[in-house]
């Protein structure tokens, strides 16, 4: 029997990881650290949006189209993913993680700015762009984009997320009855995408702040608290990155190979770096300038990988919990309960928060890949597929479902990567440049 997890390894130690590294550097030597040293300008761009009205133009205004983006990035793989990668590969995961994040930032612009300079006007009224459509400019042969769209909508269907959110529903509020909780989160997703991106932007715009100013709280009440062991832990991140650790309690030895490995794949997945994901999502915006467009992709990595996933690891080094044998889905609300009470009814409601904005964005993304495959029949076939594969996820073992995910998502960071550098010369890093419609 094909075990995929081994396949998923395999994939990610030789391929997906490499080119993720090698594509990164090579990027942000060429823009000249780009991602640094313009940050203050980066910054200055983001708060200037917040000003900017719509006006006549078609699309969602860039900010609403930012939060929904970054809220398939903020999601349960911050809170959970994350310290799998801290329980399989110790502490120093987490300056891989940085490590990705960094040079992931200038990849992640790099494919929003192509998906917003080639994206075309769709039947809607709005926008479809992203690497299914930006890959045509480098290639004839129709299956490529095709392949694209498939794999997305494999991945456009968050499995993983929905049967945590419902497993940590069901586990903290006793009583809740575990089909009941199904249906109503199911509903909840297909009302959300049914009213396509502008009420999926919507939503994050009311979820992601509000999760992120409760969250960043209260993790920062903790790590105040414990101000003293603080240059302890990040001498330990710092060490450990280059030597591995005993994880997982001490049952598991890890070696460098898996802190590094674990680091840079939940990296990719929580900051959706190389994926293409970003790219679909950006393309909907008003904005009519390429570059200012995707500087905020680069903001969303700083509060997804640099704020929100940091804040959890430390949460789990200074509780100790990143220690203690249980499962990585309880390991921050361990570390919150033993300052903050009723942790057994707030934690999932962060899980709700975080799992269904990512959710929404997600399959958001994978329909308009489905209309792309089928113009006719994509939308109604993918809700069919979408409504039996999270049925199904809520009752049966998601592991190989799980390993299909991240198959697709190394594939995905292979080939989107290959557009990237070919079409290197296609991107600009001029942030003075003058808007063109596209």
Same mark, same amino acid.
């Given at each position: 029997m094909i075990d995929l997890t081994q396949i998923e390894d395999i994939a990610w130690d030789f391929t997906g990881i490499p080119a993720l590294l090698i594509?990164?550097?090579?990027?942000?030597?060429?823009?000249?650290?780009?991602?640094?040293?313009?940050?203050?300008?980066?910054?200055?761009?983001?708060?200037?949006?917040?000003?900017?009205?719509?006006?006549e133009r078609k699309g969602v205004h860039p900010i609403k189209v930012f939060l929904a983006s970054v809220g398939g990035c903020v999601g349960i793989g911050n809170i959970v993913g994350i310290c799998t990668a801290v329980q399989?590969?110790?502490?120093?995961?987490? %300056?891989?993680?940085?490590?990705?994040?960094?040079?992931?930032?200038?990849?992640?612009?790099? *494919?929003v700015?192509?998906?917003?300079?080639?994206?075309? =006007?769709?039947?809607?009224?709005?926008?479809?762009?992203?690497?299914?459509?930006?890959?045509?400019?480098?290639?004839?042969?129709?299956?490529?984009? !095709?392949?694209?769209? %498939?794999?997305?909508?494999?991945?456009?269907?968050?499995?993983?997320?929905?049967?945590?959110?419902?497993d940590s529903i069901t586990e903290n509020w006793h009583g809740a009855d575990h089909f009941f909780v199904t249906v109503v989160l199911l509903v909840a997703i297909l009302y959300a995408v049914n009213g396509g991106i502008k009420r999926v932007a919507n939503i994050a715009s009311a979820v992601v702040p509000l999760f992120v100013f409760l969250f960043l709280g209260m993790g920062s009440w903790i790590l105040l608290a414990n101000i003293q062991s603080?240059?302890?832990?990040?001498?330990?991140?710092?060490?450990?990155?280059?030597?591995? =650790?005993?994880?997982?309690?001490?049952?598991?030895? =890890?070696?460098?190979?898996?802190?590094?490995?674990?680091?840079?794949?939940?990296?990719?997945?929580?900051g959706d770096i190389?994926?293409?994901?970003?790219?679909?999502i950006h393309s909907e915006t008003s904005c009519h300038t390429?570059?200012?467009?995707?500087?905020?992709?680069?903001?969303?990595? !700083?509060?997804?990988?640099?704020?929100?996933?940091?804040? =959890?690891?430390?949460?789990?080094?200074?509780?100790?919990?990143?220690?203690?044998?249980?499962?990585?889905s309880i390991m921050v609300q361990r570390t919150l *309960?033993?300052?903050?009470?009723?942790?057994?009814?707030?934690?999932? %409601?962060?899980?709700? !928060?975080?799992g269904y904005s990512t959710i929404n964005a997600y399959f958001i993304v994978g329909i308009k890949c489905a209309e792309q495959i089928s113009p006719n029949y994509g939308r109604g076939l993918y809700f069919s597929y979408a409504t039996f594969a999270f049925l199904a996820a809520a009752y049966l073992n998601t592991e190989e479902a799980q390993a299909i995910m991240a198959i697709a998502q190394v594939m995905l960071v292979i080939i989107n990567g290959y557009a990237i550098y070919k079409l290197r010369n296609h991107v600009?890093?001029?942030?003075? *440049?003058?808007?063109t419609s596209p």
């Open positions: 594509l990164g550097i090579y990027i942000t030597c060429k823009s000249r650290f780009f991602q640094i040293r313009k940050l203050p300008t980066i910054l200055k761009i983001f708060i200037e949006f917040f000003a900017t009205t719509k006006g399989l590969g110790g502490p120093g995961a987490l %300056f891989w993680i940085w490590v990705t994040a960094t040079f992931g930032m200038i990849l992640k612009y790099a *494919e700015y192509l998906g917003v300079k080639y994206r075309i =006007s769709d039947a809607n009224g709005g926008y479809t762009g992203g690497p299914m459509i930006f890959i045509k400019k480098i290639t004839s042969k129709a299956w490529v984009p !095709l392949l694209i769209c %498939f794999l997305l909508c494999i991945y456009g269907i968050e499995i993983y997320q929905f049967r945590v959110i419902i603080i240059p302890a832990l990040f001498k330990m991140v710092f060490t450990e990155a280059f030597t591995g =650790s005993a994880a997982l309690g001490g049952f598991a030895g =890890s070696t460098l190979l898996m802190t590094i490995s674990h680091g840079i794949r939940r990296a990719s997945y929580s190389g994926i293409g994901y970003a790219s679909v390429p570059q200012k467009q995707a500087t905020l992709a680069i903001v969303g990595i !700083l509060l997804d990988t640099f704020l929100i996933c940091t804040m =959890s690891v430390l949460l789990i080094l200074v509780s100790g919990a990143w220690h203690e044998n249980i499962p990585a *309960e033993s300052t903050f009470p009723f942790m057994w009814f707030f934690m999932p %409601f962060f899980m709700l !928060l975080l600009s890093y001029d942030l003075e *440049e003058q808007s």
